[in-house]
């Protein structure tokens, strides 16, 4: 008999170019020692250079896809990455009640990186109204915290901010620093419900593609292992610096893509 695995179940958008979205997720699944299942809630056509192309898949086939992992699968854990719109994210949580998984972390993708916003607000409304009171955890920088919020967010108020979005009912935040400036740390704060943790890591001058999905399914690997939810964010994060350190470019474009394997032995690239 072989022996079995731990399965985590991503639902995101697919990314051609292999550093972002499902491949990211389940690159760290996989490196985690776990059993990576995918729900594809969105097609890219993308590469180091951009996004050329988008296109979401009728829902029907995505709750089929959905329905399908959990009705052979063992699920540990669920992250939930892009949405693409309102249907998705009604489809999405219809899902998450039928199958009631244990741990779901959501990294509420809205926001590229050119700071084009990338959900309608008919879709925000339903993202904060059917899947952040049933997330476990939820990872948003800070330009998604702040369209969640409706207000700026600094250094000084980002502690202000991780309670404010406790407050809308979700019940931990991951608060990411990577767009707070000014600093040579960054520094990702958790409120896990009852006190705020901090994780600070040397900035790496290094633009990384994929560093929130890798993120988000490195957490959700860990709870499924698990840790409790502050260490499964700190040997996330940790997990995270680890690939940025060993992050190489295989495209024509400026940004790199992350080693999800710099754990183990380096291969020939």
Request: charged share 20%.
């Amino acid at each position: 008999m072989h022996p079995c695995r731990t399965s985590v179940l991503t639902i995101a958008g697919s990314d051609s170019g292999g550093g972002a979205g499902i491949q990211a997720d389940l690159k760290t699944i996989a490196a985690h020692g776990l059993h990576g299942l995918s729900a594809i809630a969105a097609l890219t056509a993308q590469h180091t250079r951009g996004v050329t192309a988008v296109q979401v898949p009728d829902v029907g086939f995505l709750r089929a896809q959905i329905d399908a992992c959990f009705e052979d699968f063992a699920v540990a854990a669920v992250k939930l990455g892009m949405l693409a719109n309102a249907t998705v994210i009604h489809a999405v949580a219809d899902a998450l009640e039928r199958h009631a998984p244990k741990q779901v972390v959501l990294d509420p993708v809205m926001v590229a990186s050119s700071g084009a916003r990338l959900l309608e607000p008919e879709a925000l409304d339903a993202l904060r109204q059917r899947l952040l009171p049933r997330a476990t955890l939820i990872t948003p920088n800070i330009p998604e915290a702040e369209l969640l919020l409706g207000r700026v967010i600094d250094d000084a108020s980002a502690d202000a901010a991780l309670q404010a979005l406790r407050d809308l009912g979700v019940a931990g935040v991951l608060l990411k620093g990577g767009h707070l400036d000014g600093t040579p740390q960054m520094i990702d704060r958790l409120h896990d419900g009852e006190i705020v943790h901090r994780f600070e890591h040397p900035r790496l001058e290094v633009e990384g593609h994929g560093t929130g999905c890798t993120l988000a399914s490195a957490i959700a690997s860990r709870l499924a292992l698990g840790d409790p939810l502050p260490d499964a964010c700190r040997a996330a994060a940790d997990y995270v610096h680890g690939a940025l350190v060993s992050a190489y470019r295989p495209g024509k474009g400026s940004v790199a893509v992350l080693d999800h394997f710099w754990e183990r032995q380096a291969l020939p690239r």
